[in-house]
């Protein structure tokens, strides 16, 4: 039987500001990306998120991004390597004390927006990512963009990884993800996202915005919690893959 992961990003919340509905997507999904306080997310947000993945048996991993609270770490920021391998042994830290609080194992790491875009292309930041993760813990995984620099690093360096791909986004040619600031970045027809997602999984393919179809590897398929459609379209997607013959299970 095929198989795959399903996770979301969570933990968002922070302060008086709610973002996305984790209580009710966490049961839905099979890994929860927790927000490590500095794109999103602080202390009380992240023991709840612990929490929250610990009552669904969610598979819990760390959501590091650049301090940008305002840009919800979607900037560019000019970091250097040895920048971003310590902004993520930093925030991983953090949510790691949580998790050994709730008496549950972090099992692997997502890098966050423009961090996971820009080490994606950069493979000098995408080695930064690898040896954060790894001098952390080497049992962690990590979880990246399909195709991209953070895999070849990562098993460059024999780190485990697992490629990721997106429901409801484009793709560029060479396999990145169609940037937020260019028209069409963002699928908003469902059954075309649920097509796309099956065909992944299935054929290892994908249309590009370009038309053309490019190769992709889909261990994991992202779905968004921060808005107010998240819900219904993940139970699309689960009614879908079960339809398929497909499990879904962590990575």
């Not at 790491?109 to 080497?138: C, F, Q, T």
């Amino acid at each position: 039987m095929a198989f795959v992961d399903l996770n979301s990003d969570l933990g968002e919340s922070f302060g008086s500001y709610k973002i996305g509905a984790d209580e009710l997507i966490i049961p839905l999904v099979s890994s929860a990306n927790i927000a490590c306080g500095w794109h999103a997310g602080d202390p009380l947000v992240m023991a709840r998120s612990v929490a929250l993945a610990k009552q669904y048996g969610a598979s819990l991993g760390a959501h590091p991004g650049y301090p940008d609270l305002m840009g919800f770490g979607r900037r560019n920021i000019s970091a250097s390597p040895a920048e971003v391998k310590a902004y993520i042994q930093y925030q991983v830290g953090a949510l790691s004390a949580f998790c050994k609080a709730a008496g549950v194992k972090m099992n692997h790491v997502k890098p966050h927006g423009a961090m996971y875009n820009m080490a994606g292309a950069d493979i000098k930041l995408a080695r930064a990512v690898v040896e954060a993760v790894a001098e952390i813990d080497d049992s962690l995984v990590l979880l990246a963009l399909s195709g991209s620099e953070m895999i070849n690093a990562a098993n460059e360096k024999g780190l485990r990884c697992a490629s990721e791909v997106f429901a409801d986004r484009n793709y560029e040619e060479d396999g990145s993800l169609r940037s937020r600031s260019k028209p069409d970045s963002t699928i908003h027809d469902e059954d075309e996202c649920i097509a796309r997602v099956l065909r992944m999984i299935k054929e290892g393919k994908l249309k590009a915005i370009t038309g053309r179809d490019i190769d992709i590897k889909a261990d994991s398929i992202c779905v968004h919690g921060d808005n107010p459609q998240a819900l219904a379209f993940v139970k699309r997607i689960r009614a879908a893959l079960a339809a398929e013959g497909i499990e879904i299970r962590p990575f």
